[in-house]
């Protein structure tokens, strides 16, 4: 079974920062796509930012020029970089990745989540 470990998340003040961690364990033969996203209290869960494997990156527009994702293919962990945070980022944040297992083959997994709270 491959499990999603979570970390990084914690209370900050508007402008602050925050590195989230996700480490990936298991029978992993590969990975692929690792992504982000995050859900506010009664709100959708929303995508926030990729990463291929060759380190391609995407972002939600809101967040372009603050968050940074970034992975370690060695470890099958990706991280997420939250600079300039701002009380609109209040979330918890979970990560996703695309690993390749045998017998199951290519699927997603989630991390546990971890709560980010912008505040003053």
């Known amino acids: 079974q491959v499990q999603l470990v979570e970390s990084g998340g914690g209370l900050v003040q508007p402008g602050g920062s925050l590195r989230l961690s996700c480490a990936a364990s298991?029978?992993?033969?590969?990975?692929?796509?690792m992504s982000w996203y995050r859900q506010a209290p009664g709100k959708q869960r929303e995508w926030v930012a990729g990463?291929?494997?060759?380190?391609?990156?995407t972002y939600l527009n809101s967040v372009k020029g603050r968050f940074t994702i970034s992975r370690d293919n060695a470890k099958n962990a990706v991280y997420l970089q939250m600079n300039s945070l701002k009380p609109e980022d209040t979330a918890v944040y979970y990560c996703?990745?695309?690993?390749?297992?045998?017998?199951?083959?290519?699927?997603?997994?989630w991390g546990q989540g971890t709560q980010v709270t912008v505040s003053t």
């Open positions: 996703n990745v695309e690993a390749y297992t045998d017998p199951e083959g290519w699927r997603n997994y």
């Open positions: 298991g029978s992993i033969r590969d990975t692929n796509r």
């Open positions: 990463i291929t494997h060759a380190s391609s990156t």
